[in-house]
């Protein structure tokens, strides 16, 4: 195990844009099969591949670039390592960026899934406000946590361990029809 965090450390370091990308697509994956598999409790011969196979296109192309390149600017935004500091990126984070993120994720989701814009809507509708009220449960803590003691290029691999729970519950969410 220390020489897969070795090794994922000097990655991070020569190509830390490609590994947040990879880390993030390849664990909203994996939270797609715990969705389908302990959640929903498909069994192997069930597994929607194909899902899966959309799910970590969609955290290849779209959370991983999107959060990543938001802590950057968040890091511009707010500067500082206090925990006043970290209290602050956690109000800007939960409060402006993760209601438009959630939105995004689960558009996205119903697009994929072939869903027209006005079944979108309703199922945006329908699902929005429990993810988001679901997302303040958890991510408030973990944010505060990991803009105070994670350094920046690490945060994404940070959100995206708590996050294979939180990627099991969103794509369970994101594919709930």
Known sequence: MAGLWRSYQVLMTKYPWTVQIVTAGSLVGVGDVIA????????????NVRRTAKMMSIGFFFVGPVIGSWYKVLDRLVVGGTKSAAMKKMLVDQLCFAPCFLGAFLGISGALNGLTAEENVTKLKRDYPDALISNYYLWPAVQIANFYFIPLHYRLAVVQIVAVTWNSYLTWKANKM
């Open 36 to 47: 389908q598999q302990l959640i929903e409790r498909r069994g192997l011969a069930h597994h």
